[in-house]
């Protein structure tokens, strides 16, 4: 099947036709081994268990991978942080509160081998990290055999797989998304899941374009044009702008309605009338931006303690039929499923699975109930789900992501080392 080429449309997911599905075990490539533990498994990556050695000439200069041996290493390059992710996350630290658990989930758009989402798990932050399976061969397949979170993706046609209000931080870093384009409805998307008070970064062109144009080959008055709508958009969406230092510019999504009266009168500013924000497998995104919620349900605790604090979208009562009481009950249970499947299987506490998956994850119990700085859950809300429990995931700073389990997930084989189900076969009896 060919799609259309615009707006990245042939990139994004879709459904094969019957004949196209495959019903096929898929093998292991030849010496494929079982990945080193975290966090070794973030520098290195055994070749055949990847074997794929494109971008280590393609991407030589940036120092995002190397090949050594029988492994790849990952000297945690970029092509914006030329010193390392860690000191590009220590300039985003003196703008961004990255140190005191107020920013814990964030989302890559664009992440290459998710060298920033790998750096940023040592500071308490997960990061969703995406991109689409491209000329790079096989980007989200390195960043999780690395053990970082991350699914093929792309900003296309349709909305992102996420709940509206789920991330504390955003960042694109060169990630070659048209962000003035469109009418704005990329940055209109990640406004829609960015929660009120969350920051966008955006490094690379046309951020400081006056000293760059040259280097990036293009023409200054293009990407003059390119970052005067950025800005339009981002003041249209009541983000304010904290810093533009070097090629790196930051900007904070204001916290509540109160404090976008000016953009009310503002007859481009239109707001979307369905009252569904997380109604979203393959949708079409659209031009209007989200409001803000009308009961919001209190403030986010600071990670860890958000964990098990009850979440604003329960205490507001925004989810029909579950109370503060009966989601306590079901941590509870989590709490004690956890500890019967640790007697049963001991190696879950020691490292052995870095890269877990909860198939029909409801709040989140399974993942909060094994949260460790070893290991880390992507927690699946169905489709089908009863519940839309997504937003309450993330509200515990946790990740995850909606799917259909009559479809393939966006992901390479081979990439989980645990997958947990509960309720999951049931619930697709009849389909």
Same mark, same amino acid.
């Given at each position: 099947?060919?799609?259309?080429?615009?707006?990245? *449309?042939?990139?994004?997911?879709?459904?094969?036709?019957?004949?196209?599905?495959?019903?096929? /075990?898929?093998?292991?490539?030849?010496?494929?081994?079982?990945?080193?533990?975290?966090?070794?498994?973030?520098?290195?990556?055994?070749?055949?268990?990847?074997?794929?050695?494109?971008?280590?000439?393609?991407?030589?200069?940036?120092?995002?991978?190397?090949? +050594?041996?029988?492994?790849?290493?990952?000297?945690?390059?970029?092509?914006?942080?030329?010193?390392? &992710?860690?000191?590009?996350?220590?300039?985003?630290?003196?703008?961004?509160?990255?140190?005191?658990?107020?920013?814990?989930?964030?989302?890559?758009?664009?992440?290459?081998?998710?060298?920033?989402?790998?750096?940023? @798990?040592?500071?308490?932050? !997960? &990061?969703?990290?995406? &991109?689409?399976?491209?000329?790079?061969?096989?980007?989200?397949?390195?960043?999780?055999?690395?053990?970082?979170?991350?699914?093929?993706?792309?900003?296309?046609?349709?909305?992102?797989?996420?709940?509206?209000?789920?991330?504390?931080?955003?960042?694109?870093?060169?990630?070659?998304?048209?962000?003035?384009?469109?009418?704005?409805?990329?940055?209109? +998307?990640?406004?829609?899941? /960015?929660?009120?008070?969350?920051?966008?970064?955006?490094?690379?062109?046309?951020?400081?374009?006056?000293? *760059?144009?040259?280097?990036?080959?293009?023409?200054?008055?293009? %990407?003059?044009?390119?970052?005067?709508?950025?800005?339009?958009?981002?003041?249209?969406?009541?983000?304010?702008?904290?810093?533009?230092?070097?090629? !790196?510019?930051?900007?904070?999504?204001?916290?509540?309605?109160?404090?976008?009266?000016?953009?009310?009168?503002?007859?481009?500013?239109?707001?979307?009338?369905?009252?569904?924000?997380?109604?979203?497998?393959?949708?079409?995104?659209?031009?209007?931006?989200?409001?803000?919620?009308?009961?919001?349900?209190?403030?986010?605790?600071?990670?860890?303690?958000?964990?098990?604090?009850?979440?604003?979208?329960?205490?507001?009562?925004?989810?029909?039929?579950?109370?503060?009481?009966?989601?306590?009950?079901?941590?509870?249970?989590?709490?004690?499923?956890?500890?019967?499947?640790?007697?049963?299987?001991?190696?879950?506490?020691?490292?052995?699975?870095?890269?877990?998956?909860?198939?029909?994850?409801?709040?989140?119990?399974?993942?909060?109930?094994?949260?460790?700085?070893?290991?880390?859950?992507?927690?699946?809300?169905?489709?089908? &789900?009863?519940?839309?429990? %997504?937003?309450?995931?993330?509200?515990?700073?946790?990740?995850?992501?909606?799917?259909? @389990?009559?479809?393939?997930?966006?992901?390479?084989?081979?990439?989980?080392?645990?997958?947990?189900?509960?309720?999951?076969?049931?619930?697709?009896?009849?389909?």
């Amino acid at each position: 099947m060919t799609f259309p080429r615009e707006s990245m *449309n042939y990139r994004e997911r879709h459904c094969p036709p019957e004949e196209e599905k495959l019903h096929c /075990l898929i093998p292991a490539p030849k010496g494929y081994v079982t990945p080193f533990p975290w966090p070794k498994s973030r520098d290195y990556v055994p070749y055949a268990n990847a074997p794929y050695k494109s971008l280590t000439v393609e991407k030589a200069i940036q120092n995002w991978i190397q090949y +050594e041996g029988n492994v790849f290493r990952f000297p945690g390059g970029g092509t914006q942080f030329p010193q390392g &992710a860690d000191k590009y996350i220590d300039q985003l630290a003196s703008v961004i509160p990255i140190k005191n658990g107020t920013v814990r989930t964030a989302l890559d758009t664009g992440c290459g081998v998710a060298s920033w989402g790998a750096y940023l @798990w040592s500071r308490n932050v !997960i &990061a969703m990290s995406f &991109a689409p399976r491209d000329s790079h061969e096989a980007q989200v397949q390195f960043a999780l055999e690395r053990g970082v979170p991350a699914v093929i993706g792309v900003l296309g046609t349709i909305k992102m797989p996420y709940a509206s209000r789920a991330f504390d931080m955003a960042h694109c870093s060169r990630c070659l998304i048209p962000w003035g384009a469109n009418d704005g409805r990329y940055m209109i +998307e990640v406004d829609r899941v /960015l929660r009120p008070g969350g920051y966008w970064v955006l490094s690379g062109p046309p951020i400081n374009w006056k000293t *760059n144009y040259k280097a990036w080959q293009r023409p200054k008055e293009e %990407l003059q044009e390119e970052q005067r709508k950025i800005e339009e958009i981002a003041n249209l969406l009541c983000w304010e702008k904290k810093s533009e230092k070097g090629e !790196i510019a930051v900007w904070q999504k204001k916290v509540n309605d109160e404090s976008c009266r000016a953009r009310r009168d503002d007859s481009r500013a239109n707001f979307c009338k369905s009252s569904d924000a997380d109604d979203v497998w393959y949708k079409k995104m659209e031009g209007c931006i989200t409001p803000y919620p009308e009961v919001a349900g209190g403030e986010l605790k600071a990670f860890p303690e958000r964990l098990y604090a009850i979440p604003p979208r329960i205490s507001s009562g925004s989810i029909p039929g579950v109370s503060a009481e009966s989601y306590q009950e079901d941590s509870n249970k989590w709490k004690k499923h956890v500890n019967a499947y640790k007697k049963i299987n001991r190696l879950l506490d020691s490292g052995r699975y870095r890269n877990i998956m909860d198939m029909n994850a409801g709040f989140g119990g399974f993942a909060a109930a094994i949260q460790s700085s070893k290991l880390w859950v992507m927690n699946v809300v169905p489709t089908l &789900a009863d519940k839309n429990t %997504l937003g309450v995931i993330y509200e515990r700073g946790l990740i995850g992501i909606y799917h259909d @389990w009559c479809e393939a997930f966006s992901t390479y084989p081979r990439t989980y080392d645990l997958i947990h189900a509960h309720g999951l076969f049931s619930l697709y009896k009849d389909k």
